[in-house]
């Protein structure tokens, strides 16, 4: 079960657990937390939905392809649906390598794929009102290959 | 029978997650014009769809029992 | 104390939660663990010992210069000292940031900068002998600006 | 009086982390002299010096009451 979409707050540590290798000497972890202001505006709070079982399918093949480019990585990757509130936690991703600068990029990779291909939606709720949240790459719908340089700037 | 889901911006314009039809035999964008015709008020502009959990083309045609959903730009992380 | 020089097991979520705030979107850790093998050779427990005074004084500038190069940026580094087994932590860096590029490349600056110019030290212990482990970058001794390429590849 | 630190396998060779010394007036590379002459196993290739916990050059004087620290390169993280 590295792979999964949670209804309760997620525990960064048990998703840190499950990549734990002796090989390893490197694990990084990305944290996506609920952030007061976008672009200026305030944030309420979101709520997040999920085609869960596609969700869980796309999470694996994510992991399936860092495992492919970098050597020895393990992955465990959470995503939180339902309301969440700031500095809530939304998704965790950690990754161990036997190497520092693989954990790194690996895990980078990870969450500008999960913005591309997993079926995991957000609703912003505003003073003003509510809105789902389209892509946030704002650019081609969805890039199968790699994220270009300018989606990373995000 | 199909089923046919509806996530984000598309279920609150369809007013359910799921419903059931048959649309056997007929393409992904076969099928998006039916939904816009049921559902004037649903856009599917930039939307994928997924057959059976897998991001499927326009051309791809469903069987009987196989699942589509229409996703949206996704906008997890 | 957001940075400081442990004699106790680090708990990951304790570092995390010196850097959350409002304003960030994105949390990036860097567990840096025990690996078993390093060149083939079998690791069986390190030591560690730092200069604990000086080594918490320099942990605080690597924060500060993060703090000048990416805005927003908040760091917690806790390094571990005394003995450490197989996959045991011996440094956590947590840093949030309100996008998540700036998160990464700060997290990966900062595990850098601690093996240039922290006063840390590890000794290997393997079965047929021990030995105080040197520069690491495996080039000059104490280079004062950003790490070169080629320090980033280990 | 100054303190004169050592650590890693600095520490090995000298046999002790701290010793007292009067090294008042003597520059960095004197006193690295002086420790090479009274610790003949010293090996302070590649070993920088701390005056009062910051890196210091080899020019550098000692003043009363500061405490010096040999710096082998560092392997934490």
């Known amino acids: 079960m590295n792979y999964s979409i949670a209804k309760e707050p997620i525990i960064v540590q048990e998703v840190i657990d499950k990549v734990v290798q002796r090989e390893a000497g490197a694990i990084t972890t990305f944290i996506g937390t ?89 609703k912003e709720h505003w003073e003003d009102g509510q809105k789902w949240i389209g892509n946030q790459l704002e650019t081609v719908a969805y890039p199968t290959g790699k994220p270009e340089e300018s989606d990373l700037n995000e | 029978m199909n ?8 279920k ?33 502009e930039n939307v994928m769809a997924a057959i059976n959990e897998e991001f499927a083309s326009d051309e791809d045609i469903l069987q009987a029992g196989d699942t589509i959903a229409f996703i949206p730009p996704v906008s997890g992380g």
Chains 1, 3 share one sequence.
């Open chain 1, 34 to 122: 609920v952030r007061e202001l976008t672009h200026g505006k305030k944030t309420l709070y979101l709520i997040y939905e999920a085609y869960e079982s596609m969700a869980v399918k796309k999470l694996e093949q994510i992991g399936k392809e860092i495992k492919e480019r970098w050597d020895g990585a393990d992955v465990a990757i959470t995503h939180r649906v339902g309301k969440l509130d700031i500095t809530d936690i939304a998704v965790v991703i950690a990754v161990s390598t036997p190497h520092r600068a693989d954990a790194y990029e690996a895990n980078r990779y990870a969450i500008e794929r999960i913005k591309e291909i997993v079926p995991i939606w957000k």
């Open chain 2, 3 to 10: 089923k046919v889901l509806f996530f984000a911006h598309l």
């Open chain 2, 12 to 44: 609150d314009a369809v007013g359910e997650e799921v419903i059931e039809l048959d649309t056997n035999g007929k393409s992904v964008v076969e099928i998006k014009e039916l939904m816009k015709e049921k559902y004037p008020a649903l856009n599917l």
